[in-house]
């Protein structure tokens, strides 16, 4: 017998597969389609770890499995090539970006060659690359066309280790996402895409995705952070009535309000500062709130800090005048950067009261109760009083009542706040797209004409550490101006790398493009992408941009859809003793030194079938073993039987045991295609592969010859998607000379799913005497005459009477006798 020996046969399979253009992408217009992405890996310098075999096993066994089910499947890869770490490497080991980046993407490539996954290889795509980016600066310029890209100075995030302005969600606890130096603000002008404009889309839209999980909805709901309340216009007797603004969610508080508070940064603090005595603390004051964090200023821990500016401004609808302060928990990117102070009703205005001897004063009262001295804010429901002709409305009606009188009188009225900011965009960074934009003294900011993209990357770039390494080459910044030809200076920013991940899976679809990002009609043949796969931490960025910048290309008619992304499956971690897998506790197991030793079959499997997909994984190498010990079954089993397929006999599953089988293979055909394509749970379709093979192993050499050849060759089909080496060497063996790939996924019979005949038990007075086989559609009488001629039955009852007999259908016949 051949011994099963991966090392040979999975470097083979791959070859051939790749010689025979096996998962080009399937064209065929007859069929459905189905588009499976995981997510494309950074390729950085430490090649693959078990996440990325995790993500890509699991959707290599959907591709595969939609391919044998009849779709035409695309399944394309790449790689996301911009990035820190490759400008890093080049400040800290004197290596080519380019260099580093090309050479990791070139192993990655390897060890997911060696992984035997089902890509489209022709339509590989690595966004550091001009073929790629040319078309990200495409994209760029129809933003900036269509008014959704433009530039303002802003108080931005600083980095100054990294030298680099950072995006909010780059910022940790108030620290840079990748150093860990404490972040800083600066203002400086910078690039923006108008993602804001897409808000509400990007709310909505979630409810047409019932395939996303909802705790991954709510993280994008969560972010953008929608807001539905009332803007109320206080004024300013000192500066001649000015308006001032604030937003509430609760304008059925109006009338407990004791004062007004400002942000730190808001425009007309310094008016009202200006030539009072403490212009100079609050002053100071303002400027230590710049640098702080979000996070600093308003954590729930964070003692409320503020100021008395002064002077006051006038109530909208009492007319009463009241204290404007400035304090740290009001932000000025929230709203309008200003918040009426309603203490009895506002955790944080209470505090912030009773810290600075503010005025608390309750205008929401429970039903029915009379009013106590507050010791906390009251934030439940109730009636109005102390609200004038409001009093006694129910508070929620008031929200209503008072934002429409607020309109009706032109001091405000109702509006939506939302948390989520433009896409603040800019890079001062030399690895990533290089933004295609030129100044020119006489005509200001110049696009670049489409027709010269791409706009390059230089080479000859320095990397200190100190600035901006594109800043520093003359070749690029020197440019003339494509409008009126004279001198001009480039943008030598680049784009936030986040973009050439948002449009990533529309360029698959039409990878060799050299006029356009993608054809519309090659677009709309595949997207959306029906499965798409990989890790929770990017459930909020990485998927809103990309939803921003398909609606914004729908928008602008380059494709049908309107979201990305049908179903999304986060993917569970792999852990190593119950701890994140991590160089740093030295837990990390190589997957190249598992397919070494196993083969990439066993890691595969083991992969799949150890935990479901959104779960944590466990990684063990006993369970590593108990696949591979698995698998060699499976192919000693071909072996054994390796007659039977000489002549292979047809089905006929005439006696018991052929039944049995017959029966336990179709019903496991069912299940293993309802568990992967309805359900996506790997874990439970390949158990049940693996009682089917202990079924088959138990089969005894007297039953049906073409009932066992049908179950060894429906096991091959069915574990073809998780284990394609394997099956491959497999199916060869008995006799065919076609892949196992190209075959159509095993069919069930629910004919066959029926169990003719039961095994009922027959008890004398209670006690279990026997068993008898009866037909599973058989009548009471049928059932208690077949019991009744047992043998072991009849003995027995010799000389007793029978009294009763009682027959549960499908469980026991109870013969009562004396
Ligand atoms: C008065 C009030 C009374 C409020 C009350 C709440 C309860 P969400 O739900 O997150 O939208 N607020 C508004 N702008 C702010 C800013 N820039 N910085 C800090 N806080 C701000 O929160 C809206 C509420 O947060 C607003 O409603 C406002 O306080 C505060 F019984 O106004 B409220
Ligand atoms: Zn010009």
Redesign the pocket.
């Known amino acids: 017998m051949k011994k099963y020996e991966p090392k040979d046969i999975e470097p083979k399979w791959q070859r051939i597969w790749r010689e025979n253009n096996t998962y080009r992408a399937d064209e065929d217009p007859s069929k459905p389609k189905f588009y499976t992405l995981e997510m494309f890996p950074y390729p950085s310098g430490e090649g693959l770890h078990m996440g990325h075999v995790r993500n890509y096993s699991m959707g290599d066994l959907v591709a595969r499995f939609k391919r044998m089910k009849g779709y035409r499947v695309l399944h394309p890869m790449g790689a996301d090539a911009f990035g820190l770490p490759a400008e890093n490497a080049a400040i800290q080991r004197g290596v080519n970006p380019r260099e580093w980046t090309l050479n990791n993407m070139k192993r990655i490539r390897e060890e997911q060659s060696r992984l035997g996954i089902s890509y489209d290889w022709d339509r590989y795509v690595a966004t550091c690359e001009p073929d790629y980016y040319r078309f990200t600066q495409w994209l760029f310029l129809l933003f900036y066309e269509r008014g959704l890209a433009y530039r303002k100075k802003a108080a931005v995030n600083w980095c100054p280790e990294c030298a680099t302005v950072l995006a909010n969600e780059q910022v940790e606890d108030g620290q840079c996402w990748r150093c860990d130096s404490e972040v800083e603000k600066k203002e400086l002008k910078q690039w923006f895409l108008r993602i804001t404009d897409y808000a509400d889309r990007l709310v909505d839209d979630l409810e047409q995705l019932p395939h996303w999980p909802e705790k991954v909805k709510a993280m994008q709901r969560n972010w953008i952070g929608r ?1 539905q ?1 009332a803007e109320v216009t206080f004024t300013i007797p000192d500066l001649n009535d000015e308006p001032v603004s604030v ?4 304008p059925d ?1 109006l009338y407990g309000v004791t004062y007004l508070v400002l ?1 730190p940064e808001h425009p007309l603090v310094p008016q009202l500062i200006r030539g009072r005595e403490n212009e100079e603390s609050v002053g100071r004051f303002i400027d230590r709130m710049r640098k702080e964090s979000e996070l600093e200023r308003t954590g729930s821990e964070v003692e409320k800090m503020g100021y008395d500016t002064g002077a006051t401004a006038r109530h909208p609808l009492t007319g009463e005048e009241i204290p404007i302060w400035v304090a740290n ?3 000025m990117d ?2 309008t ?1 200003a ?2 102070g ?1 203490p009895a ?2 955790e944080r205005d209470f505090q912030f009261a009773r810290k600075h001897g503010l005025e608390i004063r309750q205008v929401i009262q429970p039903k029915d109760e009379t009013t106590e001295e507050l010791k906390n804010a009251y934030v439940g429901e109730g009636v109005l009083v102390n609200s004038g002709e409001f009093d006694g409305l129910e508070h929620r009606k008031a929200i209503s009542v008072i934002a429409d009188r607020l309109e009706a009188e032109g001091r405000g009225g109702k509006t939506t ?1 939302y948390r989520l900011r433009d896409w603040l965009f800019s890079r001062q960074r030399y690895w990533g797209c290089p933004i295609p934009i030129v100044y020119c003294d006489s005509c200001g900011t110049v696009p670049v004409p489409k027709e010269d993209l791409p706009v390059l990357l230089p080479e000859d770039a320095v990397f200190d550490g100190k600035r901006n390494p594109l800043a520093t080459s003359e070749s690029f910044v020197h440019t003339t101006c494509p409008s009126c030809g004279g001198e001009a200076r480039r943008e030598t920013d680049t784009m936030d790398t986040f973009i050439d991940s948002s449009w990533y899976f529309l360029r698959y679809t039409d990878a060799g493009n050299d006029r356009l990002p993608f054809d519309k009609d090659q677009a709309d043949r595949w997207m959306n992408v029906d499965y798409y796969i990989g890790g929770i931490e990017h459930a909020v960025l990485h998927l809103l941009y990309s939803r921003f910048v398909t609606k914004v290309l729908h928008d602008a008619g380059m494709v049908k859809a309107v979201e990305p992304f049908e179903q999304y499956d986060p993917l569970g971690m792999v852990l190593k003793d119950g701890a994140k897998m991590s160089k740093s506790k030295g837990n990390v197991v190589s997957p190249m030194e598992i397919i070494d030793r196993f083969g990439a079959d066993t890691a595969r499997l083991f992969i799949l079938f150890a935990a479901p997909p959104n779960r944590e994984l466990d990684w063990s190498e006993s369970g590593v073993e108990g696949s591979y010990r698995f698998l060699n079954r499976v192919w000693r089993m071909v072996e054994q039987h390796q007659d039977l397929f000489r002549d292979r006999p047809d089905s006929r599953p005439e006696d018991a045991e052929a039944k049995k089988l017959h029966r336990l293979l179709h019903q496991t055909v069912k299940k293993v295609t309802e568990d992967i394509g309805e359900r996506y749970q790997f874990n439970t379709a390949i158990s049940a592969v693996m009682e089917l093979v202990n079924g088959i192993q138990a089969y005894p050499e007297d039953a049906d010859r073409g009932t066992l050849a049908e179950a060894i060759e429906k096991t091959i089909l069915m574990l073809a998607p998780s284990v394609p080496h394997l099956t491959e060497e497999l199916w060869h063996s008995i006799g065919h000379s076609d892949s196992v790939h190209d075959q159509d996924w095993p069919s069930y019979d629910e004919k066959a799913l029926i169990q003719d005949e039961i095994e009922i038990v027959v008890q004398i007075n209670g006690k279990v005497r026997g068993k008898v086989v009866v037909p599973s559609q058989a009548d009471r009488q049928t059932i208690q005459d077949q019991a009744m001629e047992q043998e072991k039955v009849k003995t027995m009852l010799e000389g007793k009477t029978v009294r009763k007999v009682i027959v549960v259908p499908g469980k026991l016949v109870n013969i009562v006798a004396n």
Do not use: C, K, P, Q
């Open positions: 807001s309340g937003f509430t969610t609760r508080t942000a928990y009001v932000l929230y709203g950067g918040v009426m309603v009703h506002d706040s």
